[in-house]
């Protein structure tokens, strides 16, 4: 039963480690055309979730979970526009770091590994009923 045990905590905090990703990329995605407040100020910058191996005492399982957010360090993107309000004293408009192709794979990606933990639960949930079947034989 450990084992079972041990699939189902692995299961659940994956699914948990990724839903925190997909949180972090939709916060990235929607700051992506975000600019500063205040001219030549810097706009959003990207999140990253770090993620972190830890031992379940309960199970003796090694789970997952997000042990911290750090933010990119690769540079702004800038556009030329010196109308709008947060353009420096050249003309140019800082906007964040983040690349919404690469944040729509991300999340591709996040969500497929939610499904298979989710899977993994429900074939789990599926192999105890059919025991509890089979014992009631």
């Excluded at 839903?19 to 205040?38: C, F, G, K, L, P």
């Excluded at 810097?42 to 979730?49: H, L, S, V």
């Excluded at 109308?83 to 794979?105: D, F, R, W």
């Excluded at 990606?109 to 599926?126: D, G, K, P, W, Y």
Aim: charged share 25%.
């Amino acid at each position: 039963m450990t084992q079972i045990s041990s699939a189902l905590a692995i299961a659940a905090a994956g699914m948990r480690a990724q839903s925190s990703r997909m949180r972090i990329i939709s916060e990235n995605v929607a700051n992506a055309n975000s600019t500063a407040q205040q001219a030549d100020g810097d706009p959003y910058r990207r999140k990253i979730p770090v993620f972190q191996s830890e031992l379940d005492k309960a199970t003796g399982a090694q789970l997952v979970r997000m042990n911290k957010v750090s933010k990119s360090q690769a540079e702004f993107r800038t556009v030329y526009d010196p109308a709008h309000p947060a353009s420096n004293e050249q003309g140019y408009v800082k906007y964040p770091n983040v690349n919404t192709l690469i944040e729509l794979m991300d999340m591709r990606e996040a969500s497929r590994s939610f499904e298979a933990n989710l899977s993994v639960i429900e074939n789990t949930r599926a192999m105890m009923q059919r025991t509890v079947e089979l014992l009631k034989r």
